[in-house]
C-alpha cells in the first residue's frame, strides 16, 4: 500500500523557516516527480514546488519564489520543502504529492499519490 507521509509543520513566527519532509513507502518513486501543494479551509488546494525524479529540475509556484529550496533524496525515497522567510498567509495545511512528471503534477487530476498533510502555521 503507497503512502506519503508528511512531518515538519508546527507553529512559526513570521520570518521564521521551516523543513517539511515526506516519505514515500509502499514502492520506489525514483523515476516520478514528487512536489507540495497547500491548502487553506474554504480555498483551492494550490500548487507549491516539485521536483524531478533526478532532481535535476524543479519548478516552484510564483508566491513563493525565491523563499523555498525543493529536493529530495531518492534512496530516502523522501522529498523536502525548505521555506524561508515565512509571512501569515502561508499558513495552511502542506500536502506531499507524487505524479508522473513536473507538468503533469501541475495539471487538474495530474497527481497520482497524495500524503494527508502537515499543517505549518505562520504566526504575525
Known amino acids: 500500500q503507497v503512502q506519503l507521509v508528511e512531518s515538519g509543520g508546527g507553529l512559526v513566527q513570521a520570518g521564521g523557516s521551516l523543513r517539511l519532509s515526506c516519505v514515500a513507502s509502499?514502492?520506489?518513486?525514483?523515476?516520478?516527480?514528487m512536489g507540495w501543494f497547500r491548502q487553506v479551509p474554504g480555498k483551492e488546494r494550490e500548487f507549491v514546488a516539485a521536483?524531478?525524479?533526478?532532481?535535476?529540475?524543479?519548478y516552484d509556484a510564483d508566491h513563493m519564489k525565491g523563499r523555498l529550496i525543493i529536493s529530495r533524496d531518492n534512496a530516502k525515497n523522501t522529498v523536502y520543502l525548505q521555506m524561508n522567510s515565512l509571512k501569515p498567509e502561508d499558513t495552511a495545511v502542506y500536502y506531499c504529492?507524487?505524479?508522473?512528471?513536473?507538468?503533469?503534477?501541475?495539471?487538474?487530476?495530474?497527481?497520482?499519490?497524495w500524503g494527508k498533510g502537515t499543517l505549518v502555521t505562520v504566526s504575525s
Open positions: 509502499g514502492r520506489t518513486f525514483s523515476t516520478y516527480a
Open positions: 504529492a507524487v505524479a508522473a512528471t513536473i507538468a503533469t503534477m501541475r495539471r487538474p487530476g495530474g497527481i497520482n499519490y
Open positions: 521536483i524531478s525524479w533526478s532532481g535535476g529540475s524543479t
